[in-house]
C-alpha cells in the first residue's frame, strides 16, 4: 500500500526525550516499510526513520507547542501534497485539523485518537464524527467518548530491542513518567514507605502546577536514599532503571487512554503494579504480568506478593501484545478497511 502518516508537527519522529506519540509513529512507519508498503513520513525537524520523509521545518517547534500557526502550516501543506499526491490511504496523528478538513482529500484519512476525551473534545469529534474513519488506542477510551466511525482498536507498540530483559532485579520499585497529581506521584512514594521498600523516580517536571505540587507533596519525601528522584532521563537510563526494578509503580488518578509506560515496563520483564483508571486493565493482566487495584493503599499487600509474578512472562505478554509488528498489522487491516469503505462511499455517491 502507498501510505501517508501525518505526525504532530511539535517534536520529531523519534523523539530524543519526552514524545510519546513521536516514538510510536517511528515504530509504526519502520515496520510498514519493512513489511514491504510505500510509506511517506509528514513530520518537522530531524526525523530518523525508514520512511520518504517530507519535512516542512528543518526545526521542530517544540517551543510554541499548542500554536496554532506551526499546526496549520504543517497540516496544510501535508494535505496539498497529499491530495496531488498518489496515497491509497492517510493516516493522521497530527491532531484536530485531520478530521475537520478530511473531506478535502480524495484519498480515505484514519484518525488514531491519541489523547483522552474532555467535554471540549467530545463536542469537536461529535461534529466531525463521519468525516473520517477513527481508531482508539483502547476500548476504555473508546467508551468515553462519543459514537465515532470506528474502524477499531489498535494498541500502541513498544521498541521490543531497546527495552531489554533482565532476569535479575535489584531491590527496589520505579515510578517513570511525568511528575504530576494526575500519574499519583505521591501515592506510588507513600505506598514503597508504607511497605520500607526502596523508589526511584524519574520524569519531567513541567513548571506552573506540577512544579508546585512536586515541591509541596513530592520533595519533602526525597532523602537520597530511600526515596530518589533522578530528574528527566534519557530513554538509554529509562529503560536500564525499569529493567532492573522488581516492580513498575502506576498509581495513576485519571483516565489514561492508554500508558505506554507500562507496555515498556512489561518489555522490560518488569511487573506492574497499578490502579485501574483508564486502560490500564487492557495493559496489565492482574495476576499474570502485574497486580491491579481501585486505589494505590489497596496496593500494598500485593508487593508482598511480587515474587508472584514471572518477569519472563512479562517479557512475552508484551512480545505478543505490543510489539510493532502486531501493531503494524493491526493498522494495515484498518487500512484495507478504510480504502473498501471509501470506495463503496464513492460508488454510491456516483450512482445517486
Avoid at 36 to 48: D, I, K, P, Q, S
Avoid at 337 to 342: F, P
Wanted: proline content about 6%; some cysteine.
Amino acid at each position: 500500500m502507498r501510505i501517508a502518516v501525518i505526525a504532530p508537527v511539535w517534536i520529531p519522529v523519534p523523539p530524543e526525550g519526552y514524545g510519546g506519540i513521536e516514538r510510536v509513529m517511528k515504530l509504526l512507519v519502520d515496520e510498514l516499510v519493512e513489511q514491504g508498503h510505500e510509506v511517506t513520513l509528514f513530520a518537522a525537524g530531524e526525523c530518523r526513520t525508514r520512511a520518504c520523509q517530507n519535512l516542512y521545518l528543518d526545526k521542530a517547534p517544540t517551543e510554541h507547542m499548542g500554536e496554532t500557526l506551526y499546526d496549520a502550516y504543517h497540516v496544510g501543506q501535508a494535505f496539498r501534497d497529499i491530495a496531488r499526491g498518489e496515497y491509497d490511504v492517510v493516516h493522521d496523528n497530527a491532531g484536530f485539523l485531520g478530521p475537520a478538513f478530511a473531506g478535502l482529500i480524495p484519498q480515505p484519512l484514519v484518525h488514531t485518537l491519541h489523547g483522552p476525551f474532555t467535554p471540549e473534545t467530545s463536542m469537536f469529534y461529535a461534529a466531525f464524527s463521519d468525516e473520517c474513519y477513527y481508531v482508539a488506542i483502547s476500548r476504555r477510551q473508546m467508551e468515553t467518548g462519543p459514537r465515532l466511525n470506528y474502524l477499531g482498536v489498535v494498541p500502541n507498540a513498544v521498541d521490543i530491542e531497546e527495552h531489554r530483559y533482565l532476569g535479575e532485579k535489584e531491590d527496589y520499585l520505579v515510578c517513570v513518567g511525568r511528575i504530576c497529581e494526575a500519574k499519583g506521584t505521591e501515592q506510588a512514594v507513600l505506598l514503597a514507605k508504607k511497605k520500607g521498600m526502596r523508589i526511584l523516580l524519574a520524569g519531567k517536571i513541567d513548571p506552573g502546577r506540577d512544579r508546585r505540587y512536586f515541591e509541596e507533596r513530592v520533595r519533602p519525601h526525597l532523602d537520597d536514599e530511600k526515596v530518589v528522584y533522578l530528574g528527566e532521563v534519557s530513554q538509554e537510563e529509562k529503560v536500564r532503571l525499569v529493567s532492573r526494578a522488581r516492580a513498575f509503580l502506576f498509581t495513576i488518578q485519571w483516565e489514561e487512554p492508554f500508558g505506554l509506560v507500562m507496555a515498556e515496563a512489561l518489555a522490560c520483564g518488569t511487573p506492574v503494579l497499578a490502579t485501574k483508571w483508564g486502560a490500564v486493565p487492557e495493559v496489565v493482566e492482574h495476576g499474570v504480568t502485574g497486580f491491579l487495584a481501585d486505589t494505590p493503599e489497596e496496593l500494598a499487600d500485593y508487593l508482598d506478593r511480587l515474587d508472584e509474578l514471572d518477569p519472563l512472562v512479562c517479557r512475552r505478554r508484551a512480545e505478543e501484545r505490543f510489539s510493532p509488528r502486531v501493531m503494524a498489522a493491526g493498522y494495515v487491516d484498518v487500512y484495507k478497511r478504510a480504502c473498501e469503505l471509501q470506495r463503496s462511499k464513492l460508488d454510491k455517491t456516483c450512482t445517486a
